[in-house]
């Protein structure tokens, strides 16, 4: 009975692993998303600052 407790706390805990590192991902995926995203804007508005008269990017 105690062996068959501690495998499924095991397998409890890899699934919470599991579920915790895809969870992990997409956050991340979110989190770059959004630098990049903030990166492009303040480049166009300095683009814009200093050369006026570039068309936009």
Known sequence: ????IVVMMMKLIVVVM????L???VEMKVVVMDVVFMATVKLRVVVRKVNPFMPSV
């Open 23 to 25: 969870k992990a991902k």
């Open 18 to 21: 599991v579920e915790f590192t």
């Open 1 to 4: 009975m105690k062996k068959f």
